[in-house]
């Protein structure tokens, strides 16, 4: 709209309809944010993917936001929460942060500054309610301000959590924010992550989200959603943070490229760096089973089988009980080490041994290489006696693998110069997590977390080199 003009009341209504009609055009039209480096109010001229996530915030009720840092989003969110009061009258917003003062910076100093700001045919009759926690409109829509102990007693039809990886409380909130969700109200998280906690709250409804295991609807944001972002400037991060830290840790944390390296834990301790997986890395989402997959709920395809193509089969099996870790396997095609297909759930030994077989067949008689623990022995032994399945020796040559102290370590040396070479590729979003997580000095996931995946995928890899040395011997044979 053009500032210096002065609207006819016809032109007003119209403009408030349009505001009322679009939370996008409210913003760009007549929002305005303090620039810290200019020390001044100016407009607020959103960028594409801004534009993009005020949209998706509007669609969807729970919404997840996994962030590289100052991209603008708390101002996104706070003018949406003031488009909500003035647009939905009796809308209640509770803004939450660490402290009570940071939330109350939010609301007094943000909020209030947005709105006075507006021309005053989209402003309320009145404030009715103005101190630093409490904000009321005449048109009875309030916001309040909480640090995430506080704001048990109300019921909201917004709450926006702020830096929410970083809210020590977080869980409690999530509860206390309970009955604004179920009575159909909104919540949004939006943080950068704190790469000290790998496994907080924000982070496990960030991965739920994406897996859809949940109601929440995620968005991430990388380093380059700020337009004057570019590569000059990244790998200007990238040298200073190795020069202070010998990593590249903290630019994960604070400029994500992906949230795979936002959501992985510090690589200092792991045995693989998240860079080398990330390189491997590309994300894919499985869709319905194709035709002739057999009929498993948890499997997930990436590549259905080709003609003539070798696989193997990787397998961590688990006791199948409710309190027992999943059992899991990895399809890899042994030449290129693609990652065509996952399952992971409760099964007992000889129903996973079973959902192997009939996995296995579907990909061209794929050959197994099982892991030789406890319930490994039951699998295996079914495997000999009811499927036709090669069942690959291990390090030890005997069937299976031996996953004692030297067995791991083989098992994961591989696997590290596999990622390194560039030699794999990964498509599950949830291996991915739990590879990075493996730890260097245990070769295991941290205590309570799960690395069935992990260890599928490796078996998988070692199972490659052992089924080419069986190719090759074959046809050397032949030729003899």
Not at 109 to 123: A, C, D, E, N, S
Not at 155 to 173: G, R, W
Not at 280 to 297: F, H, M, N
Request: net charge negative; with cysteine.
């Amino acid at each position: 709209m053009d500032a210096g003009r002065q609207l006819t009341p016809e032109e007003q209504g119209q403009e408030w309809a349009r505001c009322e009609a679009s939370p996008i055009y409210f913003v760009r039209e007549y929002c305005w944010i303090l620039n810290v480096n200019e020390e001044a109010w100016v407009p607020f001229e959103l960028w594409p993917a801004q534009a993009w996530s005020l949209a998706q915030m509007h669609r969807h009720r729970q919404i997840v936001i996994l962030k590289a840092r100052q991209l603008g989003f708390t101002w996104l969110t706070l003018c949406y929460s003031l488009w909500l009061m003035l647009f939905r009258a009796t809308a209640a917003v509770g803004i939450f942060s660490r402290i009570e003062t940071d939330a109350q910076e939010l609301l007094d100093v943000r909020i209030k500054g947005i709105y006075k700001r507006l021309p005053g045919f989209l402003q309320a009759r009145a404030v009715v309610a103005d101190n630093k926690s409490r904000w009321e409109l005449s048109n009875g829509s309030v916001a309040m301000a909480f640090a995430t102990t506080g704001g048990r007693q109300y019921t909201f039809s917004l709450v926006m959590v702020d830096e929410a990886d970083h809210q020590p409380d977080l869980n409690k909130l999530m509860l206390a924010a309970k009955p604004t969700v179920d009575a159909g109200g909104r919540m949004m998280l939006l943080s950068s992550v704190d790469k000290s906690a790998p496994e907080s709250q924000f982070k496990q409804i960030y991965r739920a989200a994406k897996l859809g295991q949940n109601s929440w609807h995620p968005i991430f944001l990388p380093w380059y959603a700020r337009p004057e972002r570019n590569q000059e400037w990244y790998l200007t991060q990238q040298r200073d943070a190795l020069a202070a830290t010998g990593s590249l840790d903290d630019v994960q944390q604070e400029y994500p490229a992906t949230d795979t390296e936002a959501l992985a834990p510090r690589s200092l301790d792991k045995r693989i760096p998240g860079m080398w997986i990330e390189q491997c890395y590309e994300e894919r989402t499985p869709g319905p089973l194709p035709d002739g997959a057999p009929a498993l709920d948890q499997l997930a395809v990436y590549v259905p089988p080709q003609p003539e193509r070798l696989y193997v089969i990787g397998a961590d099996p688990a006791e199948g009980n409710p309190n027992s870790d999943d059992s899991a396997f990895a399809v890899l095609d042994v030449e290129s080490g693609d990652e065509v297909a996952m399952l992971a759930g409760k099964y007992e030994p000889s129903t996973f041994a079973a959902h192997i077989d009939a996995v296995g067949r579907w990909y061209n008689g794929a050959a197994v290489m099982p892991e030789r623990n406890n319930h490994g022995h039951a699998v295996i032994l079914w495997l000999r006696e009811h499927s036709r399945l090669t069942v690959l020796a291990g390090h030890d040559n005997k069937l299976g693998w031996n996953s004692n102290a030297l067995g791991k370590s083989i098992m994961y040396n591989d696997l590290a110069d596999a990622f390194r070479n560039e030699d794999v590729t990964l498509h599950s979003f949830a291996t991915y997590q739990q590879i990075a997580s493996i730890e260097g000095s245990t070769l295991r996931a941290p205590e309570g977390q799960m690395d069935d995946r992990a260890d599928a995928f490796a078996l998988a890899n070692v199972g490659r080199a052992t089924a080419k040395s069986r190719v090759n011997r074959t046809a050397r044979s032949r030729q003899g």
